[in-house]
């Protein structure tokens, strides 16, 4: 036996032995050229066992057999890479076939796996050929040959090879972007009977946290790449679970959506029963509990959960931007000494109302004045506002900012802002063109209105025929609610619909309209935002809508760059009561202030909000305690946890609140103010 025969019959074994082994064998990204200038470049120079000028080892049969099946590997229990030149020391190769191996099957290795190896033949290469020479005689010439095992043998390659592709990509993508926790939440409400269907996916999601516990322990992406490669058996279901109804529940958990509208959207949308009852409401996990009750011991932060209504009591002087005299009367410090008096004024310059910035409004007329009056419009029903303070005043903050204080909305949100609504809904609200449609505020409006854009001519019109479907456009309806009591239950129920690519979207004018599918005895309206430009415009529609009534908001005109709203939707001066004040009526305002998060100067820990505390106006909502948004880092950890205790540390009423109207720095709005000091004076103070 040549010591090549020798060789090749080293290499067939190899194959062998690891095709016995392993029900997947495969093949790295290594270019086929580079193979065989490897393996010829890797022969010590003038090496040749024949007398001919040829080699044995350089012949066409064996170059083919290096390119087809040189870069073929297996994946060992370490999740590293074995090559089909591994291991030949046992076959007692001669010292130049041993470093021939060794170049290439470190080349193989140093590129990451392409694809599975199947083939349709039965064998790559040639073992044996015959030469008969010019005197007669015949030489035996041996190369590089592998027989192939039938289940290595496919007809339909392309399907099959893409099929176990993707597995590989989709199992990679879940294991990565799903979080550990969205899987024990899961799992929670599954053990809780608390999701529809969720006991068929039980098994799937336990063996999915195990793949995903070994998963995150490998220490380097070419490992976690072959871990996901050799899992590709494992079954479609397990493999490809992202792309699963459950898959979709754990990746809006992961993204941060709220776990109620993601259990809804599941439910509906994902799992599509005519009628479906959840039989019990979300619970948490006695290990998730008894972790979020360690941390607040380790901060020494439980006396700071029970939670109450702020006073005006609770208010230091350097946190307020204006104090009529009986609210100054009652905080620390003398309030009167922090304003500047008596400043030059120009009456003729406020002659008629004026608009203002709110820095304007802050920094050169409030030190001015000694009475202020709001004017709550219908449109401010969202910005109604309290502060929220400890019981016990001395325990540390639970928030990322230095005090314990913090505000609730009306409808108990942390922001006043349509786009929070629209995002826990699961909605997208950072594209460049974004309109919104919000109703049932008070739960009193189950009525099914849908928001419609019909695109310039020849343009899409997007609406519930065809949500969460992407159009050419970049357009796209994301958020469509049905039954908003049952959909969204104690909560405005929205829709959205957004566009994420101007150099997509077509020139022309945008109609932007609101219909009323299905009437169902709703009479409280709705509202409606647009926003571009880090613009958001605002409307207001409480009149009863009936049905298939069609109200137009707005048309928005897109010249390539830049957006130009023509707004149609008239106003209304209907008068309603909030929070015990009248709408379309003034109200004295006793404390103007910025919100907790900028108190005593600090800057930059989340938005900035102007807060009008209004004499007579008491929340009657029992705001939850604290928001997760609010919360330290250290304490997300067991967010889901948090986010249940928010809601049970209820804020119980109180005559002696903070409540008022707050606005946002970073939503576009506005309010009509009636000034009294050295001059009297109407203004619209803008955000």
């Given amino acids: 036996m040549t010591q090549f025969h020798l060789f090749a019959e080293s290499i067939k074994k190899n194959f062998q032995k690891m095709s016995s082994e392993n029900s997947f064998l495969f093949k790295t990204d290594t270019p086929k050229d580079e193979l065989w200038e490897t393996y010829l470049k890797s022969f010590p120079p003038g090496f040749n066992n024949l007398y001919r000028e040829r080699t044995e080892h350089d012949c066409s049969v064996c170059r083919q057999f290096i390119k087809n099946a040189g870069n073929i590997v297996t994946i060992n229990e370490n999740f590293k890479l074995i090559s089909i030149w591994d291991d030949l020391l046992n076959h007692r190769l001669p010292g130049e076939y041993e470093i021939v191996a060794d170049e290439l099957s470190k080349l193989v290795k140093s590129a990451p796996i392409s694809e599975v190896f199947l083939t349709q033949e039965k064998k790559i290469g040639t073992e044996f050929n015959f030469e008969e020479l010019d005197d007669g005689s015949v030489i035996k010439y041996h190369h590089f040959c592998i027989h192939i095992p039938d289940n290595f043998q496919m007809n339909n390659l ?38 529809y269907k969720g006991e068929e996916w039980e ?37 490809r679970i992202r792309n699963k109804s ?67 009591d609770d208010i230091t002087v350097n946190n307020i931007i204006f104090a009529n005299k009986d609210s100054a009367k009652r905080m620390s ?16 310059k406020f002659s008629r109302i004026d608009e203002v910035t709110i820095e304007d409004f802050v920094n050169n007329i409030i030190p001015n004045v000694k009475n202020i009056e709001v004017l709550f419009e219908n449109n401010h029903k969202p910005n ?114 957004i566009y994420t690519d101007g150099n997509k979207m077509p020139k022309g004018n945008y109609r932007l309209y609101v219909n009323v599918y299905s009437y169902r005895g709703g009479d409280s309206g709705f509202s409606a935002e647009i926003e571009f430009g880090g613009q958001i415009y605002s409307f207001n529609y409480n009149k009863p809508v009936r049905q298939d009534e069609r109200i137009e908001i ?47 100067e600090q800057q930059g820990i989340g938005h900035k909000h102007y807060l009008f505390i209004i004499n007579g106006c008491q929340n009657d909502e029992n705001p939850n305690g604290f928001f997760n948004e609010f919360l330290k880092e250290e304490l997300m950890k067991q967010k889901r946890v948090f986010e249940i205790l928010g809601n049970k540390m209820k804020v119980e009423y109180s005559d002696d609140q903070l ?20 001059f009297n004076r109407t203004v619209k103070v803008l955000f």
């Fill in 384 to 497: 109604l506002v309290s502060v929220i303070g400890p019981k016990n005043t001395d325990a540390p903050t639970l928030f990322k900012w230095n005090n314990p204080f913090c505000l609730a909305y009306t409808g108990n949100m942390a922001d006043s802002s349509m786009k929070n609504l629209v995002k826990q809904a699961g909605g997208n609200t950072d594209g460049i063109f974004r309109f919104s449609i919000q109703w049932n505020d008070n739960q009193d409006n189950n009525n099914d209105f849908d928001a419609h854009c019909v695109e310039p001519s020849g343009g899409a019109h997007i609406y519930y025929p065809n949500k969460r479907v992407v159009h050419p456009s970049s357009g796209m309806l994301d958020v469509d609610v049905i039954q908003p009591k049952q959909e969204l239950p104690n909560r405005p129920a929205v829709e959205n619909i």
């Fill in 333 to 348: 410090g003398d309030v009167f000494s922090e304003m500047k008096e008596d400043l030059a004024v120009n009456p003729k």
């Fill in 158 to 195: 392309n399907y099959e090879k893409g099929q176990y592709r993707d597995n590989k990509n989709v199992l990679e993508r879940s294991l990565e972007l799903i979080t550990p926790d969205a899987v024990e939440t899961v799992l929670d409400l599954i053990n809780q009977k608390s999701l």
């Fill in 246 to 312: 459950i898959g979709v529940l754990l990746t809006d958990i992961s993204e941060g959506m709220e776990l109620e509208p993601a259990v809804q959207r599941y439910e509906k949308e994902i799992v599509p029963p005519h009628n479906y009852k959840r039989p019990k409401l979300f619970k948490y996990s006695k290990k998730q509990i008894e972790d979020a009750e360690k941390q607040i011991e380790k901060m020494g932060a439980k006396r700071s959960l029970p939670r109450r209504h702020a006073s005006i």
């Fill in 554 to 600: 707005a048309q928005v005109h897109f010249d390539g760059e830049e957006f130009k709203i023509s707004k149609t939707l008239d106003s209304t001066v209907s008068t309603k009561e909030y929070w015990g004040i009248n709408t379309n009526q003034f109200h004295p305002v006793s404390v103007v202030m910025y919100s907790p998060n900028y108190w005593d």
């Fill in 659 to 678: 409540s008022g109207l707050g606005f946002s720095s970073t939503k576009r709005n506005s309010i009509i103010c009636k000034l009294e000091g050295s």
């Fill in 203 to 239: 098994g799937v999601l336990r063996k999915f946290q195990n793949l995903q516990k070994e998963f995150n322990k490998l220490n380097s992406v070419s490992k976690k790449q072959n871990f996901c490669w050799s899992h590709i058996g494992s079954g479609g279901t397990l493999t």
